[in-house]
């Protein structure tokens, strides 16, 4: 599995951050860094629950 | 197998629905996912799913044209962001969420706390106060003034300005007949004003001078201040009244937030799922499509009722009761998508201030009965009095 950024639909408005800080951050500037793009097993719920909080749908999982 | 969408006899602009729409949204959300309703000519999208998946595909649920509900708004709303498809959209959005999105407002975050505290303290120092006007109309009024830059004419009349603009995107009724003067008005100074009506470096003057250096197209700044304007005031201001009554009505749940403030997002995002600022949105059909089962015909008009779906049992468990510890972080409130809420960060700025400094100095606030007025698009308390204030 894979999360997909759509970069220039991302805001910066930080919910996915919260809600898996092991695999997203946002960065000095305000700019989302995915800590790996390759999800396994046991960060499955993290990364769809990051999917699912950001409010401008910037994120996918493939 | 599809079938014909059921009908209900419900008119969403009927002053009693507008008041209170949640038997209403109830009564809708049993008949089926997507309801047509005659008195409207329009298809009412009333689940949790059914709302999430129109709102994350634009290309069936098209904004162009669309988002009002009576042709005078949609004329006048074409070529802004609120009102257009990508690609134009996507151009249209980067101007509009340059200033505005959270990366670009985090320098604003103590401010905006250092007057929230400063406007709560003084009222809960006064014993008693009028919540709307003294404090979910004062706050977002000077925020927003401060950010934008504006001063003199544009001032004075931000309030009606902004509670016009909403006001005429529901049909061809008395309240939009009424306010589509008032709404000119701000049409009016958008398209005239300029940069040196603005308070120098504001936000306001900003779009001035990125339009000046060619970063977005000519005659674009006058634009996105009325979205601005239009978008963002009315309903950070409801949101603030509701918040201020929920807490009144729910000291459980204030003192919830006392104990523990990280749930102070959580919270603003319960008052955001409780009572929905804005009661219907509109979107219209491209294809033949079926929703839920349901067959709903290319070119139909949809009207997406927010509040529906953050109620929805389908989704939320116990979805009546006002309880902060759920978090709903993926109410819909704020919409969902390319189109979601491009003010969504500062509201949350001015209404997490409130609710920190209202949780840090009250145990208790006995407030009297709040009016409602009603109005077509923003769903919000006319007055709250609020009568007794019990300290910490």
Known sequence: MKIVLDRPRCEGHGLCEEAAPELMHLDDDGELVLVREEIGEADAAAARAAVRVCPVAALRLT | MTDSAPVSDIDLFDDQVLVDPYPAYAALRDLGGVVRLPANDVYALTR?????GALGDWETFSSEGAIGFNPMV????????LASDPPAHTRLRAALTANLSPRALRGLKAGIEAKADALVGKLLAQGSFEAVDALARALPLEVVADLIGFTGRARDNMLRWGQAAMQVIGPMNRRTAESFPIAGELYEWCSTVTAEDLTPGSVGRGIFEAEARGEIPPGTAGHIIHQYLGAGVDTTIASIGNLVALFA?????????REDPSLIPAAFNEVLRYWAPLHAWGRRVTRDVEIDGV???????????????????RHYEDPDAFLVRRNPVDHLSFGYGPHGCAGQGLARLEAHA???ALARRVERLVAGTEVRVPANVTRSIEELPVLEVIPV
Request: hydrophobic share 45%.
């Open chain 2, 48 to 52: 949790y799913e059914v709302i999430r």
């Open chain 2, 74 to 81: 949609n004329q006048a709303l074409t070529g802004t962001s």
């Open chain 2, 249 to 257: 009505a729910h000291p459980d749940q204030l003192a919830l937030v």
């Open chain 2, 295 to 313: 067959r709903v015909p290319a070119g139909a008009k949809v009207a997406i009722l927010f509040g529906a779906g953050n109620r929805d049992p």
């Open chain 2, 354 to 356: 409130v609710i920190g």
